[in-house]
């Protein structure tokens, strides 16, 4: 059993990870296909994060959408009853 914990955020970089286990002797197009791999991983992961960033985006307005929505009428209510009462004159009922 070895006795070293490891720390969850101890991740290795995917292009630390092919590095070590890609020799340095590798031909051009080895390399070209190993840089290919990585580019289009990048843009994976950057169109991913994006989307992820407009659905939470939009889970968010929707959030706030239907807060507003459930609030919306006793505000107004509140309001128009406030402003009624302020339009009451006093002396004409004391």
């Known amino acids: ?20 286990s890609v020799p340095a002797s590798l031909s051009p ?4 296909v190993h840089a290919a791999i990585l580019t289009e991983t990048l843009e994976l992961a950057d169109s991913l994060l ?4 407009k659905d939470i985006e939009a889970t968010l ?5 239907d807060r507003l929505r459930a609030q919306l009428p006793e505000l107004v209510d509140r309001i128009l ?3 009624a009462a ?3 004159d006093p002396k004409d009922h004391g």
């Open 61 to 65: 307005f929707e959030r706030v959408f």
């Open 81 to 83: 009853r406030e402003h």
């Open 86 to 88: 302020a339009q009451v």
């Open 1 to 20: 059993m070895p006795s070293e914990t490891h720390d969850p955020r101890d991740i290795p970089i995917l292009t630390d990870a092919v590095k070590e």
């Open 29 to 32: 197009d080895a390399k070209a």
């Open 50 to 53: 994006h989307q992820a960033a």
